[in-house]
């Protein structure tokens, strides 16, 4: 009840943010799990990764359901089908999936029309794990299906802040620009030998760039691997 007035009362006058509302509401695992999931800073960049390739190839449609009884397509987010697509296309290297564009769209557009297990699962009692885990690995299985490959280990790409760490000293120079590195937290781990040509990602492979730089460096690759994603 203490919870109920506190919220009421704060929301009704000078209105909190959503974290402090969060913080002085709710307690225990959840909220603790929504600080450290805001900490991590290679979410955001897997985040944007998984949901430009997803435009690019579902397209605008990409998280709209298909009503049950005459099969067009409902104009609205459906949390269900967001998740079901956003989860497992995070998995999977963005090269494979584009490969397959057209047929990946296609099997999509079919699983929201005629699946009905999927069409189950984003309906009716979508908060079940049964359902949630139903829906997610239905998808999962046609990308590995189509693209012939159970995923990327992505997570063996990303350097951890223990190397950058380690790699950096007072006078450390970027071997881009060839200038001087001046904080650590300008800096950005690097793969020598790139991974998408066999590049390993442990610290005999690594260097330091300037955070711009090893941007720049990124766009002008043009065909290298998203070398932005390998930041720490």
Known sequence: MKYEIFSRLNQGAISLKPQELRN????????????????????????????????????????????????????????SVYDSIIIPFSFFNNHDLMAHADEIRKAIADLKLNNERYREDTYVATGSRKRVLGRIFTVYNLLTKITGSYGSDDGNRIFSDSVKKELFYAGYICSYCNNEILSIEDAEVDHIVPFSQGGKTDIGNAQLLHRHCNREKSNRAGDEEFEEEEES
């Open 24 to 79: 002085c509401i709710y307690r225990g695992s959840y909220n603790q799990m929504l600080e450290e999931l805001a900490e991590n800073r290679h979410l955001p960049a897997l985040f944007q990764k998984t949901i430009d390739i997803i435009k690019q190839i579902l397209g605008d449609t990409a998280f709209f359901a298909v009503n049950r009884d005459d099969g067009k397509v409902i104009e609205r987010f459906s949390g």
